[in-house]
């Protein structure tokens, strides 16, 4: 609506420090994004980002944030569910706790679960003596790292959704014969599955980008452990900007890809709760 | 002498057209209400008024002037939100006092004023409250007084009593027609309420999907509904189609709905009337509702389900008895407008009673 | 009853694996750098936390956490009131771009402000005429660190505004109050809260920020290098105590932000149920 103004003044003044702080910080730089990809030449985009170890460099990024994130749903479900339905000592401390990845420096983060998980370290040399399994330097290692940043997301989107399900609905169920399982498959899932959706392609996305509590956990063993992220850091360390800048743009791919897949899916599953997108 | 007018008024919101070519005329010192249904458009009208919204096209006109492009805070306009929109954060004295502080009037002057309107609100001790330790009445007087305070010329409201229990409503209808006829400000409130209108307006302004379609004081709409949906949104009316089935009415041509009001209607027990004796027409009982003060019967006739009213004093009526049924009056539509039709027994000096 | 009773035996098992969970993931990795970061005893904590390099970087830190915070607070609250009290065309494109930051990795984040401020960029002779350096500089570590942070208060702010509706800002303009009247009386009580939650978000998540300050940090020590490059450069040089004492602060620090944001919550939900 063009000639709807509202009576509230500062409309020019809000819009003005907000474009101009966009532009600034988001707009020109995506801009020259844009320009310099433009100049790419198609052949040497495409040399770039299939060399294998690009193309494992995706994989090892895109399989370990995958692992991980399934993880977090299972467990930020189980957090979620303790949190909402549960009271037990130490409730409150859990819940201040699950914010620590979101609060705790990345490379901090990597350095401790670096060392906690080397073959002598703590947690490390429990798994290699007992089951000869390596966790630090290998992708393990990465699965490790991603698990710790995605732990806040599923659960911090599930749980708000949680406490609104009226509990009449699980009475309801329950009335009319319905065993825990099946209230809670029936019942209780369908009307927090929007959420884990959102909360596994958050962390999933997240987790793909990652690079902080990474690198220090990885090894960055080309064709092992190199992460995508970390691809295009030692082609901004050459100086090769057509190279970073060729593996980024497959990387924003796929994050478009992940985050509209998660658009589809909120509007599939709340079509069918209202009947309407 | 027209104060508030509004001429050709147009208004859009996106593709839904929500004032269609309005056009009123509202008194200096009246008590005005702009009654519909929800989705009418009334609020729009209300808040085109205030500045709140501007009209795609045509003129709002205050005291002579067109302020279409005067800020609502220079239209001299007192506003009460439906949920009062008193600051949540500020006392009632910090909230009646703020229009004040706004235009800059000494500190002593506002004291005089919020304290002249705390006793005109009956809320003297309230000043140091918060709105959420006010109860529902408290906050809609507080509201008001906000409003009134830099002394508007014009006072809106907007459903006024809509978030109020129905017990308080009542005695909130009465204090504010009081108090607005007390201080004769030119008053106009949305409402949706057939009710509240009549009983506190002096004049209504009906509305009904973007249009005016009638306006005029609660008697007239009542007796001279204009257009058939003042007719059946008036009332409680009921929608009759074989009207002329009855006994003593006619079919007019170009017309086929017909509404009758509980009031039009008399119900009597076999032989308990010897005025209607022959005029009467047989009906069925089918419900009984108590309503405390009179009893409201619902009986069958020409396979419509009539309403009428029966005194507690009366002998009692069952259900499912055989009763006689006289219609005073209809509401007739022709074509666009309606007729008042009377039975012919009334009026038809051959016709015995 | 039975719903209950089979309940029970659920919540130990699933509060048992979300402490063993937690304890593993979380705890572990704090307990374990508090430990290292004292093997040498208190004088060489001391010692590595008082390092010339140490406290510059974590000087270097500060200044872009505070540069980031006041320049997300002025735009939080601009595009927060933009969104919410206004109806205008663009409103969606604009709450994306607001977002996008966070959705993508620091590295790229980075990236792209090499590709606009380096040498390169057909900006760079401007800026260079004028001496500006952003790119290997302090300028370019706190750019990213806005970009990093860049929605976090705006976030916040939003739904509160939403819930709180436009009615009293509507009555406040029909009064005949200015825009500076109007945000400091009537709206700025309701959002205090949600701001002091995302400047405490945001400050936590600029003073920890790696990826993209890595790609824009030329590494410099004792002057590009802000407390985590500083910690990763003395990892690197296997000086682990020194990383463990430099990141030991840093734990404190996301200890305060996570107790402030129990504690911010605590009073907001308190105020928000006065004011039902």
């Known amino acids: ?47 770039t980002v299939t060399r294998p170890r690009i193309l494992s460099g995706y994989f090892v990024s895109i399989s370990t944030a995958f692992i991980a994130s399934v993880v977090n749903v299972v467990m930020g479900l189980i957090l979620a569910w303790i949190l909402v339905r549960y009271d037990f000592k130490g409730k409150r401390f859990i819940d201040g706790i699950i914010e620590l990845p979101f609060a705790l420096p990345t490379a901090v983060a990597g350095i401790s679960l670096t060392h906690l998980t080397t073959t002598n370290g703590w947690v490390g040399q429990i798994f290699y003596k007992l089951f000869g399994i390596k966790i630090a330097y ?13 732990i806040p997301f599923v659960v911090r989107s599930v749980q ?22 099946t209230t809670f498959r029936k019942v209780i899932f369908p009307e927090i599955l929007p959420a884990i959706i959102s909360g596994f392609t958050l962390a999933f996305a997240r987790s793909i980008g990652e690079y902080g509590s990474v690198v220090f956990i990885a090894g960055n063993t080309p064709y092992e452990t190199e992460i995508a992220p970390l691809l295009i850091m030692s082609e901004l360390q050459e100086y090769d900007y057509s190279a970073a800048t060729s593996i980024a743009l497959v990387m924003l791919g796929i994050s478009v890809i992940i985050l509209s897949i998660n658009a589809v899916a909120q509007g599939i599953v709340s079509k069918r709760v209202n009947g309407k997108a | 002498m027209a104060y508030v007018e509004l001429h050709d008024i147009n208004k859009h919101f996106k593709k839904f057209h929500a004032s269609k070519d309005i056009n009123i005329s509202i008194e200096k010192g009246k008590l005005v209400a702009l009654l519909g249904p929800s989705g009418s458009g009334k609020t729009t009208i209300l808040r085109m008024i205030a500045g709140l919204e501007q009209p ?44 004040l502080r706004v235009k800059k009037v000494p500190e002593d002057k506002i004291k005089e004023r919020v304290t002249e309107l705390l006793t005109l609100i009956n809320c003297e001790g309230l000043e140091k409250r918060y709105p959420s330790q006010l109860s529902g009445g408290q906050k809609q007087r507080v509201a008001f007084a906000r409003a009134l305070a830099p002394n508007p010329q014009i006072l809106l409201l907007d459903e006024p009593f809509a978030a109020i229990d129905a017990k308080v409503r009542l005695e909130l209808r009465t204090w504010l027609r009081q108090m607005i006829t007390k201080l004769n400000i030119t008053s106009i409130f949305v409402t949706h309420d057939q009710d509240e ?23 007239e709409l009542y007796k001279y509904p204009a257009t058939p949906f003042v007719a059946q949104f008036i009332g409680n009316s009921v929608e009759v189609n074989n009207y002329d089935e009855f006994k003593h009415f006619d079919r007019k041509a170009n017309s086929s709905v017909a509404y009758i009001r509980p009031e039009f ?18 009906a069925v009982v089918e419900d009984i509702i108590f309503r405390g003060s009179n009893i409201e019967i619902k009986a069958r006739i020409h396979g419509n389900l009539l309403s009428a009213i029966r005194s507690i004093n009366d002998n009692e009526i069952k259900v499912g008895e055989v009763v006689d049924l006289f219609i005073y009056r209809i509401y007739v539509v022709e074509d666009d407008h309606v007729i008042l039709a009377t039975n012919n027994s009334l009026v038809d000096e051959t016709i015995v009673i | 009853m039975e719903l209950r009773k089979e309940n029970k035996v659920l919540k130990y098992v699933l509060v048992t694996i979300s402490f063993i969970f937690l304890g593993v993931f979380l705890i572990l990795p704090l307990i374990y750098i508090v430990i290292t970061a004292l093997k040498d005893g208190i004088a060489g904590y001391v010692n590595a936390v008082s390092d010339e390099y140490a406290i510059k970087a974590a000087l270097l830190t500060i200044k872009a956490t505070v540069f980031a915070v006041i320049v997300n607070t002025i735009f939080g609250i601009s595009a927060a009131w933009l969104i919410t009290k206004y109806a205008f065309k663009g409103k969606k494109i604009l709450s994306t771009f607001i977002d996008l930051p966070v959705t993508v990795s620091p590295i790229i984040a980075g990236l792209i402000y090499v590709l606009t401020f380096g040498r390169q960029s057909s900006l760079y002779p401007i800026l260079d005429s004028y001496g500006i350096q952003i790119i290997f500089a302090v300028p370019g570590i706190v750019l990213a660190t806005i970009f990093v942070t860049f929605p976090f208060i705006s976030r916040e702010l939003i739904p509160v505004l939403t819930a709180q509706g436009s009615d009293e800002e509507e009555a406040a303009a029909l009064m005949g109050a200015g825009t500076a009247k109007i945000f400091r009386k009537v709206t700025f009580p309701h959002i205090k809260w949600a701001l002091l939650y995302g400047i405490v978000l945001c400050t936590a998540r600029a003073m920890g920020e790696f990826g993209a300050v890595s790609v824009l940090s030329g590494h410099l020590r004792g002057k590009t290098n802000t407390l985590p490059l500083y910690i990763e450069l003395l990892y690197q040089g296997y000086d682990f105590t020194g990383a463990f004492a430099a990141s030991s602060i840093l734990v404190v620090l996301a200890i305060v932000v996570l107790i402030l944001r129990l504690v911010i919550e605590k009073r907001g939900q308190k105020e928000l149920d006065l004011n039902k």
Do not use: H, W
């Open chain 2, 197 to 219: 209108a009549i009983e506190v307006a002096d004049e209504i302004i009906v509305t009904n999907q973007g249009k005016v379609e009638q306006s005029g004081s609660p008697q």
């Open chain 2, 56 to 99: 795609d096209s045509g003129e709002i006109i205050i005291d002579g002037k067109v302020v279409n492009n005067v800020p609502g805070s220079e239209r001299g306009i007192g506003f009460v939100f439906q949920n009062y929109a008193l600051f949540r954060y500020m006392t009632v004295y910090d909230n009646i006092a703020f229009g």
């Open chain 2, 265 to 282: 209607v008399s119900v009597f027990k076999k032989g308990e009337s010897v005025q209607f004796a022959n005029s009467a027409e047989e």
């Open chain 1, 1 to 47: 609506m063009n000639n709807r103004r509202s009576v509230i003044p500062g409309f020019g003044i809000s819009l003005g420090i907000t474009i101009t702080i966009l532009s600034i910080v988001v707009l020109i730089p995506l801009c020259s994004l844009v320009v310099f990809s433009a100049k790419l030449s198609l052949s040497e985009f495409v040399y």
């Open chain 1, 160 to 181: 708000p959704v949680l406490e609104k399900i009226d509990i009449q609905y699980e009475e309801a169920a329950f009335i009319l014969g319905a065993d825990s399982r």
């Open chain 1, 138 to 150: 290998t992708r393990i290692g990465i699965t490790v790292a991603l698990i710790f940043i995605g």
